[in-house]
């Protein structure tokens, strides 16, 4: 709702009135019209200012509406209202003005904002485009390249940044004295002014098109804005908001939009973690940190330093190799200084320590281990740990796969053991996985998660399983890009089905960048490759593809060696071409093992990668290693590039549909059965059963089918 109030004078008070973030529901709709047009009525108000409760303006169009029939006054035609009222109204500003708030303020004939408050077009990463308006005024009040650069990407800024693009006034008079002085508002109506351009107009736009489509590869949102935006260029206002209307209502209509904003939810949703003894995110404590150590400083362990200093934590970086200490005291205080730059922080960096000496860590509340991905090695350092650390002190490790309860079955406290899976950079990538052991308190998860959001991480809590979440579903989607050479593609169609998909980069392209030995060590540690194991493509009970042990064995290691599944310009080279090795190596394997190439389409390629993966999703929500599909599409988003308007692989299931996948896992299961990843999960199965429920209904369903033992 919105209430009036009459300020001292001749001012009236029109408050938003929605938490958390005063959003533009229906109510809040209907209280501005009313409100507004109580003070166009009373004779004594002479000039109106639009604010927000508690200290926020608005965060937009209510976007849990979107979901249902539009009720209420619409957006556009109030906004409207308000510009053509001919009494002065001003947008008071505190906290955020963002989507549909800041179009209400752009409709408003003044804005004044707080030095700290937030404005912003956010339309496009929920997969619409500023639909109030925002597309066609603000281009006329700052420019078409500013309000393409806006737009496009949906950045948002604080106020000194629109002050300096005039989209604020710094008021020197008074809204009332406004009034009194009698000025003309016609100027301040900002549907009526011409679109400022560059000379160069057809070209900026080009430009920009081409780089809006390169760097969100399928994604129709920013692709409407630009659109939206050439209107605004070349067309009078009228036309320009028709225009506006109708790439607003083919977004609108997408799956891509319903896929972006349940990836809004879903990121907010994981906050609110549940775990399967009944702990959760609402009543159990977490320790502020404010002292932590870090053990191992190869690229894992450095990234979590700069991560944890960022927030204002002082850290002890412990390193036992020499060598690697020297380099890392050098290296991370630089990327530190240039990471604190970048953002602006709300307290200064934490201090680093550097040592040799694992006996250093005493007088710290959290230690991350970081060190090397073997077993033998981690048990070593928790051991250690738990004999020179304070009692009480939580102990992480940023294991990637590795059993979180072995570790903490040779410390004193097991309760204070979780894992804390980062992803490289540690310090750039938002995914951050906690992972929680049958022992771990809930105090040591409700810590991490805690520390997580700090570090401005989109924190999952997972179940102790190999690999997680997030690497156990990468297994069958790397099996199945294999098996997919060995029956006659190549890795470019692979990876190019892939990358159409929205995948920032295909599968082989991706192992070449992580490097191919991270993956061979851990099939060696399980005995599936290495001397002795003899070469069949069948190893314990299940079909198995040797090729990327044998490019390993043929020292192409990736990027890092200048060759893996594609060629570079040089170790370290970034440019991935194709190599005829690879072609002839691939050639003379299926020669040996006795396969016909066959030519694959692309959408085998695609579903068999793609629905291997969400099989194993769904064989996750069974096992209760994920709390609801929303994490499991959290984690593939923020840590994997799985493209963000698909939404995730669960929700992308549904969007495909449940009873396709069914079909289609089955019919490939059929044809492959000596692959248990393709057989379709019991989950999968049940939900199909029931009619496919819509992914926010199957956290309920699961609970209940456990409860009835049906999973
Ligand atoms: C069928 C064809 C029809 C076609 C024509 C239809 C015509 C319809 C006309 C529409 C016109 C379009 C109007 C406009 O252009 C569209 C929009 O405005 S879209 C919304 C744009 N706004 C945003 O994207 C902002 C999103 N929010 C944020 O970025 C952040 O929440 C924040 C505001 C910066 C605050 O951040 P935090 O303080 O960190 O808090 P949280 O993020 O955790 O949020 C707290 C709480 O609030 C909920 N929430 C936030 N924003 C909204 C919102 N806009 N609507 C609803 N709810 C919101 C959030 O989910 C959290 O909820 P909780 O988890 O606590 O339940």
Known sequence: MATYSRLPGSVALITLQNPPVNALSAAVRQGIVDTVQRALK???????????????????????????????????????????????????????ALGGGLELALGCHYRIAHSKALLGLPEVTLGLLPGAGGSQRLPRLIGLTAALD????GRQHDSSFFSSLHLLCVCSQSISSVCVSGQSLDSRRLSTLPCPCPPDVDSLLDKTMVKVRQRSRGALAPVACVQALMAAASLPYTQGMEKERDLLTTLFNSGQARALQYAFFSQRVVGKWSLPSGASWDNSA????????????GTMGRGIVVA???????????????KQLAEASQVVPAMLQREAGRRSLATPPGVISFSSNLQ??????????????????????????????????????????????RLAAVTQSPGLVVGMHFFAPAHVMKLLEVVYGPRSSPEAVATAMQLGKRMGKVSVAVG????????????????????????????????????????????????????LDVGWRIRKEAGLTGPGVESTRTRQGRRYSPLPDQVCEAGRLGQKTGRGWYQYDGPGGRVARSDHWVNIFLEAYRAEHGLVARSIAP?????????????????????????????????????????????????HAGQVGLGRILERLQHHHHNHPDVPHLKPSTLLRRLVAVGSPPVQKWREFINKERVHSQL
């Open 150 to 153: 806006l737009i496009t990407t």
């Open 42 to 96: 009373d004779p004594k108000v002479t000039s109106v200012v639009i604010c927000g409760q508690n200290g926020k303006f608005c965060g937009g169009a209510d976007i849990r509406e979107f979901a249902g029939p539009m009720l209420g006054p619409p957006l556009v035609p109030m906004i409207h209202a308000i510009e053509a009222v001919d009494k002065p109204v001003a947008a008071a500003i505190e906290g955020v």
């Open 308 to 322: 944890l200093a960022l927030t204002g934590i002082s850290v002890v970086a412990v390193e036992t190799q020499e």
């Open 464 to 515: 102790n399983c190999p690999g997680f979440v997030g690497n156990r579903m990468l297994k069958p989607y790397l099996e199945q890009a294999n098996f997919l050479l060995e029956e006659g593609a190549t890795p470019q169609q692979v990876d190019e089905v892939l990358e159409e998909f929205g995948f920032p980069m295909g599968v082989f392209r991706m192992s070449d960048l992580s490097g």
């Open 360 to 405: 250093d860590v005493c007088e710290v509340e959290l230690v991350i281990e970081a060190v090397f991905e073997d077993m033998s090695l981690k048990l070593q350092v928790f051991r250690h740990l738990t004999s020179v650390c304070r009692p009480g002190t939580l102990l992480c490790s940023n294991t990637s796969g590795l059993d979180i309860d």
């Open 603 to 651: 959408e085998e390629i695609l579903e068999r990668c793609l629905y291997a993966l969400i099989n194993e999703g769904f064989n996750i929500l069974q096992d209760a290693m994920a709390a609801g599909p929303e994490d499991i599409d959290a984690i593939y988003v923020f840590g994997y590039g799985w493209p963000r308007h698909h939404g995730g692989p669960m929700f």
């Open 286 to 297: 977490a320790r502020t940190i404010s002292k932590a150590a870090v053990i191992g400083l």
